[in-house]
């Protein structure tokens, strides 16, 4: 295995939608950074059914609704 190639790989506190949190390791930020999620199992449709709508992040949705609004 070739030295010094790897990325560190540490531990991080992830913390949830509904603020619980819990640490793991990862190769984000430096040791001890918090990773906020935006989208997790308790909230994405995915895991929750579809009971809940997708959420537009930086208008990506909305961009892609309007590019194939036409498209049948």
């Given at each position: 295995m070739k030295?010094?190639?790897?990325p560190d790989y540490h531990l991080i506190?992830?913390?949830m939608t509904d603020g619980?949190?819990?640490?793991?390791r990862s190769t984000y930020g430096e040791e001890?950074?918090?990773?906020n999620l935006d989208i997790d199992s308790?909230?994405?449709p995915a895991?929750?059914?579809g009971s809940q709508h997708l959420i537009d992040?930086?208008?990506?949705?909305?961009r892609f609704k309007?590019?194939?609004e036409g498209f049948i």
């Open positions: 030295k010094d190639i790897h506190k992830v913390v619980t949190e819990y640490q793991t001890g950074a918090t990773l308790k909230t994405h895991w929750t059914g992040r930086g208008g990506r949705l909305s309007k590019k194939y």
